[in-house]
């Protein structure tokens, strides 16, 4: 299948500071990437589609002032977490779609970055 | 996108066929069937998806009612590996193209 990388793989930061986590479609396109957040033995939660070329749309409830995406080129989304805090630390997965796949498509996941914040 | 409804854990034996089910009793016509499984502390994988046809591939395969309510992934043979969490997600193809995760099914494979 296709494949997602994430960078980095998991970061440490202290309160207050931003954090930047890139996803990367490596053997293909996508118009289209999203983003999730995972806390421990909870499913994965929604936060935000990225669109490229334009502002990414975020789920209810999401702080898009604090989760800032930016989607600059068909390969490549970020996400940045401003002014993190304890509350941030969490498991953060991309995926994006394939489009160039059969009917259906599927959505390929990058293998996540866990955030801690101290 | 319709909800799903699928059994908390299952255990499933080493070498045995895994038979994972998923309830979608109010899903549309143009609504596709997904699996995907996360492995503990990884993103997920796609596995299999399917509209009304049964489908098998590489890794599973995908048994879809005739009335489309419900669904059965098939792991053939199971190893310690196939151990995670799997989801089943009922999604329109055209439109926001989102995927929404319910709980999963947390599947143990025992030696």
């Known amino acids: 299948g296709a494949v997602v990388s994430q960078h980095p793989s998991w970061v440490i930061c202290k309160s207050g500071t931003s954090v930047k986590i890139e996803c990367r479609s490596l053997d293909f396109q996508a118009t289209t990437m999203f983003w999730y957040r995972q806390f421990p033995k909870q499913s994965l939660m929604l936060m935000a589609t990225?669109?490229?070329?334009?502002?990414?749309?975020?789920e209810q409830g999401v702080e898009k002032d604090k989760f800032l995406i930016n989607h600059a080129s068909l390969t490549l989304s970020t996400l940045t977490v401003t002014s993190a805090h304890p509350e941030d630390s969490s498991f953060y997965i991309c995926?994006?779609?394939?489009?160039?796949?059969?009917?259906?498509?599927?959505?390929?996941f990058g293998p996540g970055t866990r955030l801690t914040v101290l | 996108d319709a909800k799903t409804t699928q059994p908390p854990s299952m255990d499933c034996a080493e070498g045995r066929a895994a038979n994972l089910p998923c309830n979608h009793s109010?899903?549309?016509?143009?609504?596709?069937v997904y699996w995907y499984r996360q492995i503990h502390s990884q993103g997920p994988q796609y596995i299999i998806h399917g509209l009304k046809n049964n489908e098998t591939n590489e890794m599973a395969s995908l048994i879809i009612t005739e009335d489309r309510k419900s669904s059965t992934l098939i792991l053939p043979h199971a190893t310690l590996r196939d151990t995670a969490v799997y989801y089943c997600?009922?999604?329109?193809?055209?439109?926001?193209?989102?995927?929404?995760f319910g709980q999963g099914t947390r599947l143990t494979i025992n030696p």
């Open positions: 997600i009922v999604h329109k193809i055209q439109g926001a193209q989102k995927l929404v």
């Open positions: 109010t899903i549309s016509g143009n609504e596709y």
């Open positions: 995926s994006a779609r394939d489009q160039g796949r059969r009917e259906g498509g599927e959505q390929f």
């Open positions: 990225s669109n490229e070329g334009s502002k990414a749309t975020y």
